[in-house]
Nanobody, 118 residues
Framework: QVQLVESGGGLVQTGGSLRLSCAASGRTFSSYAMGWFRQAPGKEREFVAGISWSGGSTYYADSVKGRFTISRDNAKNTVYLQMNSLKPEDTAVYYC???????????WGQGTQVTVSS
């Protein structure tokens, strides 16, 4: 079992940047693929970015390619989401997730709010 706690959300202007962090408990963090999802009001949760257990492979939704970067530090049991050139449509609650593959997430954090003002 792994527990996930996100941090780093907040209010930022259009074009600004934020870095989200997700701290994981448990000794098996390095064996999990990790991902970030988001859910905007009235919309379904959507995949944002994923990273393999080693960090060697990353995956992005088309809407964030070139603007967001996912990374991980297995020594710190932490995964990050660097978000640049933020847009109002990036406003959402962002969730961290862990699972056996980047397509199969089984553990979720509580979410952190990101609001981008126009």
């Amino acid at each position: 079992q792994v527990q996930l706690v996100e941090s780093g959300g907040g209010l930022v202007q259009t074009g600004g940047s934020l870095r989200l962090s997700c701290a994981a408990s448990g000794r098996t963090f390095s064996s999990y693929a990790m991902g970030w999802f988001r859910q905007a009001p009235g919309k379904e949760r959507e995949f944002v970015a994923g990273i393999s257990w080693s960090g060697g492979s990353t995956y992005y939704a088309d809407s964030v390619k070139g603007r967001f970067t996912i990374s991980r530090d297995n020594a710190k049991n932490t995964v990050y989401l660097q978000m640049n050139s933020l847009k109002p449509e990036d406003t959402a609650v962002y969730y961290c997730a862990a699972g056996p593959t980047y397509r199969d997430y089984r553990h979720w954090g509580q979410g952190t709010q990101v609001t981008v003002s126009s």
